[in-house]
């Protein structure tokens, strides 16, 4: 969830000054536009970990809008005026009107967060207030406003810098307090508890955003884009009833993206892989042979650019397992039995039984990524889907199952020349289609769904693995490697109850 | 919410004998229809409380359609097959595919209402479950399948009679268990269990439809033109963006209704009048300035037909109160700056604080009435608005509100009566406008309104009273009388936590 967040997205200060003026002069001219017609409220939330520049890019969307029409809205205790009350009053009475912006610091979700944190309110409880708060968050994109939900988000390490470089400078020295020190102790537990309520919050119609904390420029560019981006495209849809459109997921300025991140290079010699390959194959076995794993299940998920090496990595796997005890579900187009269905009717019928393991070649995943690609399915189907499938993988994990995800990425020349050996070698050239030939053309368009894919569905309980694949060997062991390792987790922390604790 | 179904739904054997053929042809015309065009599935839960009949109408509708093509699906203590899975696996299993029915004889709500009731699962527990079932039906809708619920309804001494006539009958006795006379021991617990979850589960896209089981042919009757009838309506959107839309709210075809089995002849005569007024206005002085009230508030909400004497009842009730401890909110046209907030915003605004009392004269309810009625939004906004009205007033009580909500009701008689007195007498005149006159020609669209908001929004927590108003002095001391034996409950009930429990 916060992958693509940890990459260390940079801007720098030149491009920053030549974008900002742009931006801004867009930006003005879309507020004006907004506040003569009148038709819906933008609301704007700004949350996320302490010293990740919330502030200053509220700050910033002062200056760079019309301050007139914008309200902020910073919420600390709440007053007796508002304790009185229910404790959604204080929200409903700062909604901004039709026509105007209002940014939300710290908002419905700050109290739960902490209360959670600090361990005053009980899971249970949460999940009830964020019921709540999808509900009042479906009304107010009913009633036709603009909802954008941004997260800044810091690494460990990046928050301890962070804190360091505002104490150095002298204007921002004040903000930095004994709290925000004893807040990076509680990390972790933010990171778990802020997990959680984003994966539970993360509806199609107001869905997160996430925004690297660390760099100034990086971060307030992209928030100023994503907001004038989401009113311009609210404000062409005037007239026709208004249908809640999820705000765009846009690439990031700098162009960095969890995918291009990863080191392709990495690669493991032969004589290492095999007896490494070994090595985990010989654990993998024995693990699956614990008697603890007859409670539980597993669930493996293979996805991956074309001729990335799915098949093989999956064929090193079944060789660990007994062929009694496993599946390997491939999943091509659906049957007419599987199209009169729900969309994720044909998984469910595929899931293991307590004790078994499934290996699903290709997945559910193939709604947000081909099926968005080529247009199979509405950009309403496929934007819900995200909350669907992570609501799937939540009542498998609930029910015991250990669920395993892996993204298998190859560059774009490796493509091609496995693609090539395929169409020159008689055995694999059944492996080569035209629609393969054809998915490459459409490399970026695969290449931003994936991004999107990772954004909205690693989740503490059923996270991603990407998998640098362009060496065959690097990729079958790191494979194993995290099957095992996610098995031995989970059959260590084993009290019988699966899923959020 | 269960109001209508307690009335006594009555249809006799000969209309019944006339109507069959006619629905049976219908019922296998949309059958075949909807097989050949494989468009949509239709999910069918009968649900309800013990002896209302659930088999009787399953098995009818079995022979009044193609049974080849109806799966009906009772699901008791789950298979070995089954727990070993996610809980939800038995249900996606037995999911009827494009083109078919599936009648599910007890469903994904038996288990956690039983378990409720049984001990066996906490409130908050429960509550999720819903919350995976919300989501589960959003799905099963935006995927195309129109589902329709219904929930059997007896009252405590109906239940007991079923149980009765089922024992004489040698053909059924066998159906009637000592369990089910447990049951009836459970059938306040029962109650109060399945108004919270219907209440929960009462969305939009799948409400819930609630018929009353005490009449063999009323019962299946009823259910039989609702399926057929929301049948034709989503045949009738083929083509189109499959728009999820709810199945249409029928008028019982006994033509009883929650309105019409009120006894307006009631009356109170003047003496008595006087003397119950001054006793309920002076207890509920008291009971406005007892300590205890100083940690809750009123929510007075008070609606009704035209002219049915709502503003005359209201200063009844102030007169007993300290007019710096309530306030009168009038409900008119919204202002400009209400127009511009979502529709609930201007009703939140007056919300009292703790040991305070406001008195909503019309309010919220305006969206289906009035709204609904005219046209004023679409028929999305306020079929959605009856469960932010049910969200909207649980926030209310779980913050300590006692929310306590009169309809009051005249003939149509008494209100053409009231109507030429207005215009007749000088000082009433402002009282009487054109659109008055224009309301009363939609009286029938008014009452179907008024009982939908009845069925679908007197909930536990704040239930509907409806208020025999021809006579004004028996009106106002019910309203009165009401007031304060809803304080003087909540009052002795007060354990500092408030809302469901």
Same mark, same amino acid.
Do not use: C
């Given at each position: 969830?916060?992958?693509?967040? %940890?990459?260390?997205?940079?801007?720098?200060?030149?491009?920053?000054?030549? %974008?900002?003026?742009k931006l801004r002069a867009e930006l003005l001219d879309v507020q004006y536009d907004m506040l003569q017609k009148k038709e819906f409220p933008v609301v704007i939330l700004i949350s996320g970990v302490d010293g990740s520049g919330k502030g200053e890019t509220i700050n910033l969307l002062y200056s760079w809008m019309d301050p007139r029409h914008i309200s902020t809205l910073a919420f600390a205790a709440p007053s007796d005026e508002e304790r009185s009350r229910p404790y959604m009053w204080r929200y409903w009475r700062a909604l901004p009107p039709k026509g105007k912006v209002g940014i939300f610091a710290g908002s419905w979700y700050s109290q739960p967060i902490t209360d959670r944190i600090t361990g005053q309110m009980r899971r249970s409880e949460l999940d009830e207030r964020l019921d709540d708060i999808n509900r009042f968050e479906a009304m107010l994109v009913n009633e036709g406003a603009l909802v954008l939900k941004f997260w800044f988000h810091l690494s460990k390490d990046g928050q301890k810098k962070r804190l360091k470089a505002l104490e150095k400078n002298p204007n921002t020295a004040w903000r930095v307090t004994k709290e925000s020190y004893d807040r990076l102790k509680t990390y972790n537990k933010l990171q778990s508890v802020a997990g959680h309520v984003? &994966?539970?919050?993360?509806?199609?119609?107001?869905?997160?955003?996430?925004? %690297?904390?660390?760099?100034?420029?990086? &971060?307030?560019?992209?928030?100023? &884009? /994503?907001? @004038?981006?989401?009113?311009?495209?609210? @404000?062409?849809?005037?007239?026709? &009833?208004?249908?809640?459109?999820?705000?765009? /997921? @846009?690439?990031? /300025?700098?162009s960095k993206n969890v995918l291009s991140s990863l080191d392709l290079k990495q690669k493991l010699l032969k004589k290492d892989y095999e007896s490494q390959l070994a090595k985990y194959q010989s654990r993998l076995a024995e693990l699956v042979r614990d008697p603890r794993f007859a409670k539980r299940s597993l669930v493996l998920v293979f996805e991956g650019s074309d001729a990335a090496g799915k098949g093989g990595t999956i064929r090193r796997i079944g060789a660990a397992l007994d062929a009694r005890q496993y599946q390997i579900v491939p999943i091509a187009a659906p049957t007419e039995e599987e199209r009169a269905q729900p969309y994720l009717w044909r998984f469910w019928r595929h899931l293991p039984r307590t004790g078994r393991a499934t290996i699903f070649d290709r997945s559910w995943y193939g709604r947000v990524l081909v099926e968005r690609v080529e247009g199979f399915c509405t950009e309403a189907d496929w934007l819900r889907a995200y909350a669907e499938i992570n609501d799937f993988e939540h009542q498998m994990v609930e029910s015991g199952a250990i669920v395993v995800k892996f993204w298998l990425q190859i560059s774009a020349d490796e493509q091609l020349r496995r693609f090539k050996e395929r169409q020159d070698t008689e055995f694999k050239r059944f492996k080569i289609t035209d629609e393969d030939w054809r998915n490459r053309e459409k490399w970026d368009d695969y290449v931003s769904a994936v991004c999107d894919m990772v954004d909205r569905t690693s989740t503490g309980l059923a996270p991603w693995t990407l998998v640098e694949a362009n060496d065959k060997n690097f990729a079958r062991v790191k494979v194993l490697r995290t099957v095992c390792e996610r098995l031995e987790e989970a059959l260590k922390d084993d009290d019988g109850k699966y899923g959020d604790k």
């Open positions: 969830m916060f992958e693509s967040a %940890e990459l260390g997205h940079k801007v720098d200060k030149k491009t920053f000054k030549t %974008e900002v003026p984003l &994966r539970i919050s993360n509806t199609a119609h107001a869905p997160w955003i996430i925004v %690297e904390g660390t760099d100034d420029e990086y &971060r307030s560019l992209t928030v100023g &884009r /994503i907001v @004038l981006d989401a009113m311009k495209r609210r @404000l062409q849809q005037e007239g026709r &009833r208004q249908v809640p459109v999820a705000p765009p /997921i @846009l690439h990031a /300025i700098d």
